[in-house]
């Protein structure tokens, strides 16, 4: 966008941008961890209450103080908590993608072996310029650890300018996911702060329906939406495939979701 402003490189049609479960702003999102597994039945009242009044603050004021190391040992060990409190009282494993079913594949809990094996083919890395041939894995560790200096930093800031060119912003979330919740994506959508935060958040949160079903609730306001996905946890598109067709489908016709 600053570029196609600028005018000194070919201008590219940006139109809009959706996010999907996104960590996108981590103080609001922290936030909610123990709010959205109360809300599931996997910790008490109590326990809700211990983490959003003792364990929090000190996540909170570290991200407010910009010391990113200790904010991520903070903040994570909160989260981390919650889950293992809530496995405790459930008597199982959790998936942090999907609360509803068993993380059957660690650590990422679904069989990705195929898209391994798809991107280790060599007419594949042929076709995507990789020279020489490399062997492709995923959770790599060194990559993990080289990216955790973002973890903790917000992302949210960049969304306005977007909004203001009237380019397209599309915000949804699986009701499902732990670990990007959808309580922690409405919140930080709510305190996002733009020229019409005031307007988004005075609007009613209306049903979105495809083929006469419920598939969410949806809210919108000059170009920003924020949807909810029903039945769905962390990979969207893949527990509800019919109904992110029609999110897909409506977010890039520019098609209102209810």
């Given at each position: 966008?600053?570029?196609?402003g600028e005018g000194k490189n070919p201008k590219i049609n940006f139109q809009g941008v959706a996010i999907g479960n996104g960590w996108v702003d981590p103080l609001h999102q922290?936030?909610?961890?123990?709010?959205f597994m109360y809300s599931r039945g996997f910790i008490s009242a109590t326990e809700m209450t211990s983490y959003n009044n003792y364990t929090y603050p000190s996540c909170k004021t570290a991200i407010q103080s910009g010391n990113w190391p200790v904010a991520l040992s903070l903040c994570q060990s909160g989260m981390v908590g919650i889950l293992g409190l809530s496995e405790i009282n459930a008597g199982r494993t959790i998936n942090v993608y999907d609360v509803r079913i068993p993380c059957a594949v660690p650590p990422l809990c679904y069989d990705f072996s195929a898209v391994t094996d798809?991107?280790?083919?060599?007419?594949v890395q042929t076709a995507l310029g990789i020279s020489p041939a490399i062997t492709w894995q995923s959770c790599v560790s060194g990559v993990h650890t080289a990216l955790t200096g973002d973890w903790v930093t917000s992302f949210a800031q960049d969304l306005p300018n977007v909004l203001k060119s009237g380019a397209s912003v599309l915000?949804?979330?699986?009701?499902e996911d732990f670990?990007?919740?959808y309580m922690g994506g409405n919140d930080w959508v709510?305190?996002?702060?733009?020229?019409?935060?005031?307007g988004f958040n005075a609007q009613p949160t209306k049903t979105w329906a495809v083929n006469g079903a419920t598939a969410g609730r949806a809210k919108a306001f000059h170009g920003l939406t924020w949807l909810e996905v029903d039945k769905a946890g962390h990979l969207a598109p893949m527990d509800q495939p019919a109904n992110t067709l029609d999110m897909f489908s409506r977010f890039v016709h520019n098609k209102p979701f209810a």
């Amino acid at each position: 966008m600053r570029k196609n402003g600028e005018g000194k490189n070919p201008k590219i049609n940006f139109q809009g941008v959706a996010i999907g479960n996104g960590w996108v702003d981590p103080l609001h999102q922290y936030a909610q961890y123990a709010n959205f597994m109360y809300s599931r039945g996997f910790i008490s009242a109590t326990e809700m209450t211990s983490y959003n009044n003792y364990t929090y603050p000190s996540c909170k004021t570290a991200i407010q103080s910009g010391n990113w190391p200790v904010a991520l040992s903070l903040c994570q060990s909160g989260m981390v908590g919650i889950l293992g409190l809530s496995e405790i009282n459930a008597g199982r494993t959790i998936n942090v993608y999907d609360v509803r079913i068993p993380c059957a594949v660690p650590p990422l809990c679904y069989d990705f072996s195929a898209v391994t094996d798809f991107l280790n083919q060599p007419a594949v890395q042929t076709a995507l310029g990789i020279s020489p041939a490399i062997t492709w894995q995923s959770c790599v560790s060194g990559v993990h650890t080289a990216l955790t200096g973002d973890w903790v930093t917000s992302f949210a800031q960049d969304l306005p300018n977007v909004l203001k060119s009237g380019a397209s912003v599309l915000v949804y979330s699986g009701v499902e996911d732990f670990v990007c919740n959808y309580m922690g994506g409405n919140d930080w959508v709510k305190n996002l702060k733009w020229s019409g935060q005031g307007g988004f958040n005075a609007q009613p949160t209306k049903t979105w329906a495809v083929n006469g079903a419920t598939a969410g609730r949806a809210k919108a306001f000059h170009g920003l939406t924020w949807l909810e996905v029903d039945k769905a946890g962390h990979l969207a598109p893949m527990d509800q495939p019919a109904n992110t067709l029609d999110m897909f489908s409506r977010f890039v016709h520019n098609k209102p979701f209810a």
